[in-house]
Nanobody, 119 residues
Framework: QVSLVESGGGLVQAGGSLRLSCAVS????????MGWFRQAPGKEREFVGS????????YYAASMKGRFTISRDNAGNSVYLQMNSLKPEDTAVYHC????????????WGQGTQVTVSS
């Protein structure tokens, strides 16, 4: 079992930055990929990006490249999402998730953290 707890969300003005954190516990993560997703009101969940824990390989959704950066802290078992130049359309609940590298689906999810960007 993997436990994920997000933090760092809040209210920010357009053009500002936020750094979300995801504290991970319960398993050795070397065989996992960590992902960030977001869901805005009335919209489907959207993939933001992912990072492979073992080698740090990162993959981003095309629309997220350039403004969002995912990183990890091996020692602290945490994953981060740095968000810059935020726009009102980035307003959503942001979730981190974990899947085994060979799996297609993310099996473990955090409760999410709200990000609100005001214009």
């Amino acid at each position: 079992q993997v436990s994920l707890v997000e933090s760092g969300g809040g209210l920010v003005q357009a053009g500002g930055s936020l750094r979300l954190s995801c504290a991970v516990s319960g398993r050795t993560l070397s065989s996992y990929t960590m992902g960030w997703f977001r869901q805005a009101p009335g919209k489907e969940r959207e993939f933001v990006g992912s990072i492979k824990w073992s080698d740090g390989y990162r993959y981003y959704a095309a629309s997220m490249k350039g403004r969002f950066t995912i990183s990890r802290d091996n020692a602290g078992n945490s994953v981060y999402l740095q968000m810059n130049s935020l726009k009102p359309e980035d307003t959503a609940v942001y979730h981190c998730a974990a899947r085994e590298i060979a799996a297609r689906e993310y099996m473990y999810w955090g409760q999410g953290t709200q990000v609100t960007v005001s214009s």
